[in-house]
């Protein structure tokens, strides 16, 4: 089947892409933090240049050491992972999940139904011209 022959078939697969639910990552050290503010609220001070979080916009001296002054409320993240394995009183499930996912579930189901209507109509008018 050469999907360049059916145009509706590329409306449906681009529009399922499109509404595909992107998930929040957390950060992966791939890159540093945007600023001290954002290392110190995930667990992150004193990073040393060798550290993967170390970026040099987070080392304002020029020590080599970035986010070298935490707040005084500052909790470092083994500190943190060991609060989050702590149970939690929450009536969701550990998916990720927040009160807006319904929403986003049927305005992409939204989306999907409009590609088939897209689809049917491409293939009506395609079968009315042959």
């Known amino acids: 089947m050469n999907l360049l022959r059916k ?24 890159h540093p933090f945007a600023n001290c503010t954002e290392a110190y609220e ?6 040393p240049e060798s550290d993967e979080h170390y970026g040099t916009h987070l080392d304002r001296d020029g020590d080599g050491i970035g986010c070298d002054s935490p ?3 500052f909790t470092p993240a083994e500190d943190q992972e060991a609060d989050a394995a702590a149970p939690k009183d929450t009536d969701l499930a550990e998916t990720g999940g927040d009160d807006n996912t319904p929403y986003f579930a ?3 189901m939204s989306v999907m139904l409009a590609g088939a209507g897209v689809l049917v109509v491409v293939n009506r008018r395609r079968a009315d011209h042959h």
Do not use: M, R
Not at 10 to 19: N, Q, W, Y
Not at 42 to 47: D, F, H, K, S, V
């Open 71 to 73: 707040p005084a409320d």
């Open 7 to 30: 145009p509706g078939a590329i409306v449906v697969a681009a529009l399922a892409l499109a509404v595909l639910p992107s998930a929040a990552q957390a950060h992966d050290g791939d």
């Open 106 to 108: 049927a305005a992409g």
């Open 42 to 47: 995930n667990g992150y001070a004193n990073i």
